[in-house]
């Protein structure tokens, strides 16, 4: 079994960076491909960004293309979502998933975490 916890998360203004954090426990983490999702008030969890399991494969939401970078340091157990210039349409519930094969819905994930809330000023 896999747990995850995020961190990392505030309130900034726009046109600011945050830098979230996944923390895994579980000997097989580094097995799984990784996710990050988000959830705004009143939508449906959205996908945002992945990293497979070797890491050489990152995929992104057209909406954070430029703006956010996924990486996974192995040592760690971590993932980490980087974000900068962050735009008032990316305030939601950010949440990390672990999931065998992994990809971008939230079906192809079985373990999460609690999430982080990210809220971004205008």
């Known amino acids: 079994q896999v747990q995850l916890v995020e961190s990392g998360g505030g309130l900034v203004q726009a046109g600011a960076s945050l830098r979230l954090s996944c923390t895994a426990s579980g000997r097989a983490f580094s097995t799984y491909g990784t996710g990050w999702f988000r959830q705004a008030p009143g939508k449906e969890r959205e996908f945002v960004a992945a990293i497979s399991r070797s890491g050489g494969t990152l995929t992104y939401v057209d909406s954070v293309k430029g703006r956010f970078t996924i990486s996974r340091d192995r040592d760690k157990s971590t993932v980490y979502l980087q974000m900068n210039n962050l735009k008032p349409e990316d305030t939601a519930v950010y949440y990390c998933?672990?999931?065998?094969?992994?990809?971008?819905?939230?079906?192809?994930?079985?373990?999460w975490g609690q999430g982080t809330q990210v809220t971004v000023s205008s």
């Open positions: 998933a672990a999931g065998e094969p992994g990809g971008t819905w939230p079906t192809d994930y079985e373990y």
